[in-house]
């Protein structure tokens, strides 16, 4: 088993609520360490990737314009007003850090600050949203009633909003793995760098495909599933030659945009 020297080695049970003077929470991670893992059973979370080698926490309202909102650490006069009530676990494992969290109201936010190249996995059950943004590994992120924003990310993505948008702006592509992204009642949008090399599968029953893209609609029923092995079904599909980075896109009631950008700063 891999060692990992990291401040925290217990697990460790916080209310929220006691940490007024600095809700702040700093985890020193001095080793290696392969996944940051965050579960929230009620609220939100937003992730950010910072270039520092700890995690912090917080805890805020959820932001509504995250896409164009810019994101900072609280200050300590910030830190002083803070009087969230809810529950912070905090585990140490040979994987890496898991996160449980839960507001005492629906409308708050986990607040996580992490280094960009570490891998994280968010899953959300309690009806609550998922926000990243600047990451730089690979994303896997659930969300069973909330929306899901992932922005200037490099992947590679697995991503799943059930009954909400998801919406994934990339900074980068890399090649080496396929991104998965879907969503039951809802849009699914990608925004890719202009030019970026990539090719799509996309399954789609009840919406239409927007692009700026050249994808061809073929027929046909082998469509992939969520676990990426073949299903039978009738539905429509899309298709493009494999090369780049590759995106395979599955939505049931909703539509599929898929765009590019000149830039990170273009809306």
Same mark, same amino acid.
């Given at each position: 088993m891999k060692w990992i020297d990291i401040l925290w080695m217990v697990a460790l049970v916080l209310p929220l609520g006691a940490l007024c003077e600095s809700p702040i929470q700093n985890l020193e991670l001095r080793g290696e360490q392969d996944a940051i893992v965050v579960q929230v059973s009620r609220g939100h979370v937003v992730v950010l990737g910072w270039e520092q080698a700890g995690v912090a926490t917080s805890v805020r309202s959820w932001?509504?314009?995250?896409q164009n909102q810019e994101i900072l650490i609280p200050s300590d006069?910030?830190?002083?007003? +803070?009087d969230f009530e809810g529950s912070l676990r905090v585990e140490a494992k040979s994987n890496g850090v898991t996160l449980n969290?839960?507001?005492?109201?629906?409308e708050q936010a986990l607040f996580v600050w992490l280094p960009v190249q570490i891998n994280l996995k968010v899953s959300v059950t309690g009806g609550g949203s998922v926000a990243v943004r600047g990451t730089r590994g690979e994303v896997d992120v659930q969300s069973m009633q909330g929306k899901v924003l992932l922005d200037q990310i490099w992947g590679p993505v697995v991503a799943h909003a059930l009954n909400e948008d998801l919406?994934?702006?990339f900074s980068a592509l890399v090649a080496e793995k396929p991104n998965?992204?879907? +969503?039951?009642?809802?849009?699914v949008s990608v925004l890719l760098p202009k030019g970026a090399d990539a090719s799509f599968e996309l399954d789609f029953f009840n919406g239409e495909v927007d692009t700026t893209?050249?994808?061809?609609?073929?027929?046909?029923t082998n469509v992939w599933a969520a676990d990426g092995s073949t299903v039978f079904e009738p539905?429509?599909?899309?298709?493009?030659n494999r090369k780049g980075t590759h995106f395979r896109?599955?939505?049931?009631?909703?539509?599929?945009?898929i765009k590019d950008y000149e830039s990170i700063h273009q809306k």
């Open positions: 932001p509504e314009d995250f006069e910030e830190a002083r007003q +803070s969290f839960r507001a005492a109201r629906k919406w994934v702006r998965y992204l879907s +969503s039951l009642n809802g849009d893209i050249p994808i061809t609609l073929v027929p046909g539905s429509r599909s899309a298709e493009t896109i599955k939505n049931h009631n909703g539509n599929i945009i």
